[in-house]
């Protein structure tokens, strides 16, 4: 005798519910806010070191310049009158005259000069390039204080080398800090010595990164190295090369301790001012004179309106130029 047994359809289990609902949820709010805010604190040790070393000195000097403020602690509001006096002091234009002069012997040949042997230095055929990109550095690695002793010795006027080398040639001895064009070029000489090869990498590294392909396939086309690098590199390396002007104008113009150590500590540049630069000019009335402190506060906003006017300038010729 058989027995037939009915079996129910089975229902579907429910599914659990979710083990630690609100610790899951809490978790992805942590990691909406891990994205949304991380970066923000990874680069707010850099805001906070700026504000404080940078921003907040900045303020503090246009603050200063408003003021007739000594280092003593007397402190009057008056307004625009030291930019109103600047513009009426002959030593500020003789300063500005001086910078200009010294940043255009300094900057335009360095620059050219960085230039061209970037490009030596990225030429395939070059041997032991590594070597010749060490030691090209090397001099902006030594001391600013020992490359200022010995250009010192070289400009000497008695003893010096170059002036013994242009007695060959019929050049009576030139007194290099004692006159304006002269020490012009002596000071001009030593900033082009020491900054030609930290631009020179920089340029360099901005060569290394046009694809090769370009220059292969400019020598199937038959293009020589000259019309290769006006086609090709001067084109590509444009953003390098504004990067590296507008760093040349910034350092150029705020050019201090070359002259100073040329002048042997003399702040006022010579016996005649014959080369002091705006960076001195502001030192002097800044720090040495200390009832001119407001003054002097004047003098570091206009420099750094004026490094900013050349910035910008040269930026603007630099891409028109390359165009």
């Known amino acids: 005798m058989s027995h037939s047994t009915t079996v129910a359809p089975?229902?579907?289990?429910?599914?659990?519910?979710?083990?630690?609902?609100?610790?899951t949820r809490r978790r992805l709010s942590l990691a909406r806010l891990d994205l949304t805010y991380s970066p923000y604190l990874y680069i707010a040790p850099f805001f906070l070191i700026f504000g404080i070393f940078?921003?907040?000195?900045?303020?503090?000097?246009?603050?200063?310049?408003?003021?007739?403020?000594?280092?003593?602690?007397?402190?009057?509001?008056?307004?625009?009158?030291?930019?109103t006096r600047l513009l009426?002091?002959?030593?500020?234009?003789?300063?500005?005259?001086?910078?200009?002069?010294?940043?255009?012997?300094?900057?335009?040949?360095?620059l050219l000069l960085a230039l061209f042997l970037a490009n030596l230095l990225n030429r395939t055929l070059l041997r032991a390039k590594t070597f010749f990109r060490m030691a090209i550095f090397i001099p902006n690695v030594v001391s600013v204080a020992a490359v200022a002793?010995?250009?010192g010795m070289l400009y000497q006027r008695e003893y010096g080398l170059v002036n013994w080398l242009l007695g060959f040639v019929g050049i009576d001895q030139i007194d290099w800090d004692g006159q304006t064009w002269s020490s012009w070029t002596a000071i001009a000489s030593m900033v082009n010595w020491r900054w030609t090869g930290y631009n020179t990498l920089i340029l360099l590294a901005g060569m290394q990164a046009i694809p090769?392909?370009?220059?292969?396939?400019a020598e199937i086309d038959g293009a020589g190295q000259w019309r290769q690098f006006w086609r090709i590199t001067l084109p590509l390396l444009r953003p390098t090369f504004i990067f590296v002007v507008i760093l040349a104008t910034i350092g150029g113009m705020q050019l201090f301790t070359e002259p100073l150590l040329f002048a042997n500590g003399n702040i006022i540049g010579g016996t005649q001012r014959d080369f002091q630069t705006l960076a001195m000019y502001m030192y002097e009335m800044g720090i040495t004179n200390l009832n001119s402190a407001g003054y002097g506060a004047a003098v570091a906003w206009a420099l750094f309106l004026i490094i900013g006017l050349m910035s910008l300038l040269n930026?603007?010729?630099v891409r028109r130029a390359a165009t």
């Open 88 to 110: 009426a002091d002959e030593y500020f234009w003789n300063a500005l005259v001086n910078t200009f002069g010294i940043f255009a012997l300094s900057t335009i040949p360095q």
């Open 10 to 23: 089975s229902t579907p289990a429910a599914p659990p519910p979710p083990s630690g609902g609100t610790h």
């Open 54 to 83: 940078g921003l907040y000195p900045m303020l503090r000097t246009a603050w200063m310049s408003l003021h007739d403020w000594d280092m003593i602690g007397d402190r009057t509001f008056i307004g625009l009158d030291n930019y």
């Open 212 to 217: 090769r392909d370009l220059y292969e396939a």
């Open 149 to 151: 002793i010995v250009f």
């Open 315 to 317: 930026f603007v010729l």
